[in-house]
């Protein structure tokens, strides 16, 4: 059975949004009077409406208030719609924010989990059609996100029961190294180095794991001034920067700039934005950290002078393991990645600008809420 895609479904549903304004258009014309739950589609569309029948995906049809219209058999499995008359959607699903989507008439991407009739996640897309109406198109995606899942928790066991062994590579190597001869420093040397640089990608694993599968706990959240963090970051850079001889100039705003925030993990964000601004610098080259505020946002804005970014790699460098064209071996590939997940776990976001030759700027969003208390 050929599944039919998004774009296509979208299409589709503007034909409906059509013909369900033409058909409502015309028993107002006609002062005929019928209950929006009992008007057919099929002798109206008979070329449309076996196509929706047979979607893989799941199809709801429905007043802004809620009363279901249409619900193909997808939806009736998906929903464990078995028998007439059709509850209120939104007693179905339960969900503010889908309630208030449909009730305004606006288009959204939703993600959702549902528990009955047993386990799924949900891709939903609310499309508003004609005459108040709203389509509600559910997408199953429950194989894809468990093979996710599978695959994060095999990473995160397999960074843990390596973290030992390299451990103790690393110490027994440092401890050869006091006594070796000088033939054998050299690859005793090669080996400690690979060995931290194993240990660096194993405890980035970790990291991107914990914020991937159970986010920032809460209790990890506290008042914090932005700016402190800032030169935490800086004061844990400043060696790295000097050896390369790179300037790191930080302009801090004269006012508070309070966070509700985790302390470690926006560390961890800002080193790591700042460890790339210094890597792809060049020599004497230079790295300005701004923080400064965008309405309700505070925002950190690191500038670097390095080669810049491509277009076409602008979205992807925000992805786990992918490295640029043209950085070699330079890092693990997860920096990025982190730094995103942080952004995301305190309600903001993160966002590039470049131009190849002429460096690049990350700007990390932060929002200034703060919790009410002491």
């Given amino acids: 059975m050929a599944i039919v895609s998004a774009p296509e479904l979208v299409i589709l549903l503007t034909i409906i949004s059509f013909i369900l304004g033409f058909k409502l258009a015309s028993g107002k014309a006609k002062k005929t009077t019928t209950t929006a739950p009992e008007v057919a589609l099929s002798p109206k569309t008979p070329e449309i409406y076996p196509l929706l029948e047979k979607l893989e995906e799941g199809l709801v049809i429905c007043k802004k208030d809620g009363t279901i219209f249409y619900v193909n058999p997808k939806a009736r499995i998906y929903l464990d719609l078995t028998k ?152 844990t850079l400043f060696p790295e920067a000097t050896k390369k001889d790179v300037s790191l100039r930080f302009t801090p705003p004269p006012k508070s700039t309070l966070v509700q925030g985790s302390f470690d993990d926006l560390l961890r964000a800002f080193t790591n934005l700042l460890e790339n601004a210094i890597k792809f610098s060049p020599q004497g080259g230079e790295v300005r950290i701004n923080l400064g505020e965008d309405r309700d946002y505070w925002v950190v804005k690191i500038t670097d002078q390095g080669p810049g970014i491509p277009d076409s790699e602008k979205e992807r460098i925000f992805e786990r393991f992918y490295k640029g064209k043209g950085t070699g071996s330079k890092g693990t590939g997860l920096g990025l990645a982190i730094v995103k997940h942080v952004a995301r776990a305190h309600g903001g976001k993160v966002e590039v600008e470049s131009l190849p030759g002429n460096g690049s700027t990350f700007r990390f969003y932060l929002p200034k809420k703060i919790k009410a208390g002491p």
């Fill in 84 to 235: 007439d008359p059709l509850p209120n959607l939104f007693e179905i699903l339960r969900d503010p924010l889908l309630e208030e989507t449909i009730r305004k008439g606006q288009k959204k991407n939703l993600e959702k989990e549902f528990f009955w009739p047993r386990y799924r996640f949900f891709s939903l897309l609310i499309l508003p059609l004609e005459n108040d109406y709203a389509g509600l198109i559910l997408q199953d995606l429950t194989p894809f996100k468990r093979l996710l899942d599978m695959r994060r928790d095999f990473i995160a066991h397999l960074a843990h029961e390596f973290r030992t062994p390299l451990t103790a590579i690393e110490g027994y190597t440092e401890n050869l190294l006091e006594e070796a001869p000088g033939s054998l420093r050299a690859d005793l040397e090669i080996i400690l180095k690979n060995t931290r640089r194993l240990t660096k990608l194993l405890k980035d694993l970790q990291v991107l794991s914990r914020l991937e599968l159970q986010g920032i706990p809460e209790e990890d959240f506290e008042r914090l001034e932005l700016k402190e963090v800032l030169f935490a970051a800086v004061e």
